[in-house]
């Protein structure tokens, strides 16, 4: 049996070795200790969504303790990587404590000429091109979402999706008169992509206004 001490008040390093202990290979949870990165990813994912749930609830009792979910699962994952000697919680704080101060040079370093954040991220992470910017929007993205960041970026380079109602329709028709699935995936793909297109024309966040739209349903799903 793994004693922990009895505390007032428990800090991020008591985090850090609770985790250590859980993952211990001989008196460690049997669950906890032969978990891997791959096996608890949506784990992570359902934290962070359950964190903005308590965001959009503006209940911050249920903010702390789900910031405490996602904590968890970032010394989970942490704690994972330095028994396989990839890195450290340290490193981790470091490499975060770095970034901040890189990318605010206006706060610790005087350069108040800095106006395009989203070019200082790039040149740090060496994107140079639009295929660069284009591929480092995480793919684990809710689709609108992602679909809303590619557009956004690739508009950068001057590339913009038509916003066209028209080929929003064309291509629903087409996946409802196709017999073909693929051919019915391809256009539903197409319906969206430019229905994200539309909604960043009107100001509108496609995901967010998806979300609203499926709470109204919740509501009154008969007058949908």
Not at 21 to 44: A, Y
Not at 168 to 187: F, K, L, M, N, R
Request: aromatic share 6%; proline share 4%.
């Amino acid at each position: 049996m793994n004693a922990y001490p009895d505390k007032e008040l428990y800090t991020a390093d008591d985090l850090v070795a609770i985790i250590a202990l859980l993952r211990d290979p001989e008196k460690g949870c049997p669950w906890d200790k032969v978990q891997t990165h791959q096996s608890i990813r949506m784990n992570f994912l359902e934290e962070a969504y359950e964190a903005v749930d308590a965001i959009d609830l503006e209940d911050p009792h249920l903010l702390c303790e789900e910031l405490g979910d996602v904590m968890m699962q970032v010394a989970f994952h942490t704690q994972i990587a330095q028994e396989a000697g990839h890195f450290t919680w340290q490193q981790v704080c470091d490499g975060v404590c770095r970034k901040l101060i890189e990318r605010h040079p206006h706060i610790f370093g005087g350069d108040t000429s800095i106006k395009d954040w989203d070019a200082l991220k790039n040149k740090e992470k060496g994107r140079l091109t639009l295929q660069d910017d284009l591929a480092s929007v995480p793919q684990a993205l809710p689709a609108l979402m992602r679909a809303a960041k590619l557009q956004k970026r690739a508009a950068r380079y001057g590339i913009q999706v038509a916003a066209d109602a028209t080929a929003v329709a064309q291509s629903a028709q087409t996946a409802q008169d196709t017999a073909d699935p693929q051919v019915a995936a391809q256009a539903v793909g197409q319906m969206l992509f430019a229905a994200v297109a539309l909604a960043r024309k009107a100001g509108v966040d496609p995901e967010e206004a998806l979300q609203q739209y499926n709470a109204d349903f919740l509501v009154a799903p008969e007058s949908h």
